[in-house]
């Protein structure tokens, strides 16, 4: 059996030949291969990687299984070979400096071109191994995730998922700058190039209020007409696509919102109207998993808005990746 060392420095060579092939493909003599391309390696960029989403050392060499005095050497080799500073750093923060906000997006390519390559050359009957990172709301990760890993973990128990929960609005922006495989969220009205979207589920956008207020503008809800929707505290999304629902919605009414909170987050809306202090506007699978949801009430509203189209996102051309394509297949094809 080989050593760890061993092991180590066949993936390292690997990596090199992979490098190597790159620019033979493009007709470069190997005398003309930059430096810091020869002898970075993978697993370099994957503590980079690592160190740019954390920011945090201690955090970063527990979740690589390194120390952090080797994390730290590991980074200086790398900026030392690439000529830069990667990271700005004192003894309580670290940022990423312009060259590393760079780096960070080609790290995380070359990477993924690595995985890639290794599948293709692995033998389709081999278990699948590997990681696949996923980001979404807290919300979906109970409702709409759950059902997903129950599926796909048995299936594949080689697969390692790291998931990120967050604002649904960042989640097609987090796929598009590779810094996730998949995410789950509501689709826009138009797809930005080279993203693939598979719906798994749709849940009506609802206006909802608060049980119990002692604000007399909620006492009668709905409003009887339009004008004195002017004068009921809206808490709405401060973006993304229920915001823009919204405002369409109050556009058609001639009304401007008396806005009270504009918030990041469609649980903290919920939790806002539970407390008496508004009318919000969330997708009803949200109210559904919400703690607070017996302290609120849907309101009956003409026109009603636009239904959310929940689903999975991906680059098309991750999908040629193995691992991505394994999760994928969990969704059904609509039609």
Not at 88 to 111: I, M, P
């Amino acid at each position: 059996m080989d050593s760890p060392s061993e092991i180590g420095q066949s993936d390292s060579n690997r990596w090199i030949m992979f490098r190597k092939l790159i620019y033979m493909q493009r007709d470069v003599p190997e005398y003309a291969i930059p430096l810091h391309t020869r002898r970075m390696n993978v697993t370099t960029l994957r503590h980079f990687i690592l160190l740019s989403e954390t920011l945090h050392f201690g955090r970063s060499s527990t979740r690589a299984n390194i120390s952090t005095s080797a994390l730290s050497r590991h980074i200086r080799q790398l900026e030392t070979e690439l000529n830069v500073s990667l990271f700005e750093r004192d003894n309580r923060t670290v940022e990423l400096t312009a060259a590393g906000h760079k780096f960070q997006r080609y790290a995380r390519d070359a990477v993924q071109q690595w995985e890639q390559i290794c599948f293709e050359l692995t033998d389709p009957a081999e278990q699948l191994q590997g990681e696949v990172s996923l980001y979404c709301s807290v919300t979906a990760s109970h409702s709409i995730l759950f059902d997903l890993l129950n599926n796909f973990r048995p299936a594949h128990p080689g697969v390692e998922i790291r998931l990120q929960t967050g604002d649904p609005e960042h989640a097609i922006a987090r796929v598009l700058a590779l810094e996730e495989d998949l995410a789950i969220a509501a689709r826009p009205e138009s797809l930005p190039p080279g993203v693939s979207f598979k719906p798994i589920r749709v849940s009506p956008l609802v206006f909802i209020a608060p049980k119990e207020s002692a604000d007399l503008s909620l006492a009668q809800l709905p409003p009887d007409d339009p004008a004195a929707w002017r004068q009921i505290p809206m808490i709405l999304a401060a973006s993304g696509i229920a915001r823009k629902r919204v405002d369409t919605w109050f556009r058609a009414l001639d009304v401007t919102p008396k806005i009270y909170a504009q918030v990041a987050g469609n649980e903290a809306i919920v939790s806002m109207v539970s407390l008496g202090l508004g009318v919000g506007v969330v997708p009803k699978i949200v109210l559904d998993n919400s703690p607070h949801a017996t302290r609120v009430c849907m309101l009956d509203v003409d026109p009603e808005l636009d239904a959310y189209d929940l689903g999975l996102f991906t680059l098309k051309r991750h999908l040629q990746n193995p691992l991505v394509r394994a999760f994928w297949s969990l969704v059904a094809d609509s039609g």
